[in-house]
């Protein structure tokens, strides 16, 4: 069913947001920040014209780490990135959606590296154009993005761009996807989130959980994801502090651990988890974690072998997923696991489930896996897109966070709040706050997002926001 298109032209935009409560993570404490959203029209070899929507935050200080950077640079670097992806599609003619990106990642890589911008912040921008592509493709078509990605909508085919899957195939894989109808929200707790009101100096008191305590009792969460710091005696008091809370709960709970590249190497990590397992408060929450994710600096992370910590729990790379075949690096070293993240692409998030279809097959064992994780995905096309990812992928909870810290649609129109809350009744929830992500008993229902488009046949009212200016990068 794969069908051709040309990109016609680009729009792009961007709002601010802020931040109801600080979160932190790895080196950074985030109080604000400011959302991309890009606009793409096509045309079909039919004739038939169609825009696409994607948006996505503007992260600094996760895609590229470096001290040295403002967060004012890494969001040009970002910008740059969405630039370089959208010269290159211009320029490409027609082709399948998923040639868009596999035919332009090289070229779009390397230019990126010429410009000192790091693989995962090229995906970044190839990330959202092909999402608001395939959006269009979607919405001409009028189709959902599981019916058509069911029916290879987009071509998914074997490329020079995965050579180690050259025989596999996803036709066949794409078509047998049962797209999950609820999923789980796995709660972040972040490195400077109170615990108990004991740890508030003051509170937001917008009606809103705001410690570990409230979150627990107000949304039924069963799945966590916790945050360490890399100092092991805070980290495990901390975390004592954490199970405190968590062990009150009469039903299982399950919890991944964030290492957030704060280890050298894979020893200091496990220091951290021998820690654990000693200390009597943290029996239960032990037993509770799934995997641990990226706990060594994404410099040394594909460089060091992962063994001695994975014979404990499955760990996974995030940061460290730059290059399209970072898994494959990765599996050498020991690593099991993979995260999703509609930022780093939709056609990366495929390959890399075909991967672990491949290679469980070829071990005879369920051993590889794919976790989803967020990167505070806000409420509308933002979050809608990347749950509409996980639910093809059939990953039975995925971490969201963006509805805690950022107060639902926060900075947006109140029309735009209630024509998405109209159109997705299950996923919202009308409060006094107005419309917010719903999570009742911990879960996500996801029945809407089988509608045309990614996710979403609405769009956001881009007259509210800002023109995206020209990247200032490097600067």
Partial sequence: MSIRFTLLETQRFEWPFALRMPFRFGVITVTQGRQAVVRARIRLEDGTESWGVAAETLAAKWFDKDPKLSDAQNEQQLRRALELATEASLAAGADTAFGHFANSYAAVTAAAGAEGLNPLVASYGRALLDRAMLDALLKARGVSFATGMR?????????????????????????????????????????????????????????????????????????????????????????????????????????????????????GALALWRAMQAEPRLARLCNSILYIEQPVKRARALETGMAALAAERPVIIDESDGPLDAFVTGRALGYAGVSSKACKGVWRSVINLARCRAWNAEEGRDRYFMSAEDLTTLAGVCVQQDLALVALLGLPHVERNGHHFVDGFAGRPKAEAYRFLEAHPGLYADTAHGPRLAIRHGLLDLASLETPGLGATLEPDTAAMDLMPRAAWPG
Wanted: no cysteine.
């Fill in 151 to 267: 029916a290879n909508i987009g071509g998914l085919a074997p490329h020079a761009v995965a050579p180690d899957l050259a025989r596999f195939d996803f036709a066949a894989m794409l078509s047998a996807q049962q797209p999950l109808r609820t999923l789980h929200a796995r709660h972040t707790v972040g490195l400077v989130d109170p615990i108990t009101a004991a740890d508030q100096d003051s509170r937001v008191n917008d009606g809103l959980p705001e410690t570990l305590e409230e979150v627990a009792q107000h949304y039924g969460h069963r799945y966590w994801k916790l945050k360490v710091g890399g100092n092991i005696t805070a980290d495990v008091e901390r975390l004592s502090r954490i199970a405190a809370v968590l062990d009150r709960a009469a039903e299982p709970y399950h919890a991944s651990l964030d290492g957030n590249e704060q280890y050298e190497d894979a020893e």
